[in-house]
């Protein structure tokens, strides 16, 4: 069975951080492009970050760059993201996500495959 789980998430002051992980099991994950993304109440989903488990090219969402660092632990098959200097703006449900096969567009939520359950971020002012 393959599971996706997200923590980390909790209760931070703008301008403080926060580390999410993402415990990926059931299969193999080493070909695979692994994202975060995120949901406000009331907004679409949007992606966050992304990059291909391999290693390569990173993708970043322009309100997050410079800010945000995704990565990877192979030996633990976990994926982060490190989020710093945090802004109100970035309260949401976080979510890891895998994709099997994928776009050179790495922020399109249709080609995933696999999805966390998501876990609270909330930044106060």
């Known amino acids: 069975q393959v599971q996706l789980v997200e923590t980390g998430g909790g209760l931070v002051q703008a301008g403080g951080s926060l580390r999410l992980s993402c415990a990926a099991s059931?299969?193999?994950?080493?070909?695979?492009?692994m994202g975060w993304f995120r949901q406000a109440p009331g907004k679409e989903r949007e992606s966050v970050a992304a990059?291909?488990?391999?290693?390569?090219?990173?993708y970043y969402a322009d309100s997050v760059k410079g800010r945000f660092t995704i990565s990877r632990d192979n030996a633990k098959n976990t994926v982060f993201l490190q989020m710093n200097s945090l802004k109100p703006e970035d309260t949401a449900v976080y979510y890891c996500?895998?994709?099997?096969?994928?776009?050179?567009?790495?922020?399109?939520?249709?080609?995933?495959?696999?999805w966390g359950q998501g876990t609270q971020v909330t930044v106060s002012s």
């Open positions: 996500a895998a994709a099997r096969r994928y776009y050179r567009d790495y922020s399109l939520a249709n080609q995933y495959n696999y």
């Open positions: 059931g299969r193999t994950f080493s070909s695979d492009l």
């Open positions: 990059m291909p488990w391999s290693g390569g090219t990173t």
